[in-house]
């Protein structure tokens, strides 16, 4: 009777755990679309050994995302997206169906979830990507956004297209905080000037504007700081960020659950692993990004915010100008 009764209180104990640990007993597949580079990728073996699930990625910039998303709607492919800016989902949040992590309450307060239907897991920051080898040749210095309208990079300078990369549409709106305002009829005069000396160099990637510049096609190009980093812990030694001297703005990423999503218990799954002290400290310490857990971690090819210019984006204004904000910069890179 005592072993009966024993062998009750371990499979009540069993059951116990696997409610208890929920995302880490996962099991199954799990579907992601991602406009990220290959270092916030590479933690995803680390989600698939920790709990079993097989994950499939489909990259794509986050616009082109967020079509996917919405034209399958009825029957989504996507349980999950990796990555993003948060205009991007705040622009499209009935996609996304609401999710509060239990670890949420350990990220640091100002970057806990308040909306629901996205989960910031780091931050990243707007920078500028320079091919020192190219920039020799030229006889100029790149400091920030001003030296940008230097003639001597006319066509030399490349972006993504800020209407379908969420990773441009920071950069507009860094570029816009950082030269005078949102609103500044003076920092918008800089964007028009700046895309007539990009001369046409506007790309669907965000992805094809960093590897541009390490491959030598262009001189600068308008970027993040993550995947430059990476080039850099790769051993990358013909580039150079530079954080404009005007001002970086750091903004976190999320990840959003499709709504009616097939594999819902391991897209929550992921979430929860995404902020977990172990996936935060192997992003510090492997992938080159920020954590927004504390964890005691991180990598020597980070500068520290300490010495870069910071301003601060007010999220409240982007969010609800975005269509604006993408609809004005569209008016002037299709005039030219």
Known sequence: MKTRFRLIALALTAMFVMCFAGSA??????????????????????FEEKTGVKVTVESLGSGDAMKRIASEAENPMFDLMYGGSLAN????????????????GNLMEEYRNTLGYCTNYTIDGSVLLVNTELLAGLGIEITG????????????????????????????????????????????????????NIE????????????????GEYVVGLTYEDPCVTLLKDGA?????????????FLPAQIGIVKN???????????????????????????TSRPIR?????????????????????????????????????DIMTSF
């Open 25 to 46: 007993m996962a099991a199954g597949e799990l579907i992601i679309v991602s406009p990220n580079s290959d270092g916030l990728l590479s933690i995803i073996p680390v």
């Open 89 to 104: 989902y705040a622009a499209n949040k009935d996609l996304f169906q609401d999710y509060l992590s239990p670890e949420d």
């Open 145 to 196: 956004y001003a030296d940008l309208l230097q003639p001597e990079l006319k066509g030399k300078i490349v972006t993504a297209d800020p209407s379908a990369s969420s990773s441009a549409f920071c950069q507009l709106t860094n570029m816009l905080l950082a030269m005078g305002g949102y609103e500044s009829p003076e920092a918008w005069e800089y964007v028009e000037s700046l895309f007539q």
């Open 200 to 215: 046409g160099k506007i790309l669907s990637s965000s992805s094809a504007v960093y590897k541009g510049v390490y491959n």
């Open 237 to 249: 030694a013909n580039i150079q960020i530079v954080y404009p001297v005007e001002g970086t703005v």
């Open 261 to 287: 999503a097939k594999n819902l218990e391991n897209a929550q799954a992921f979430v929860d692993f995404m902020l977990s002290e172990e996936a935060q400290a192997f992003l510090a310490e492997n992938t």
């Open 294 to 330: 504390p964890v005691d971690a991180g990598n020597e090819y980070m500068t520290p915010l300490s010495d870069i210019q910071l301003i601060f984006e007010d999220s409240e204004y982007v969010t609800s100008h975005t269509n604006e904000l993408k609809d004005k910069v569209q």
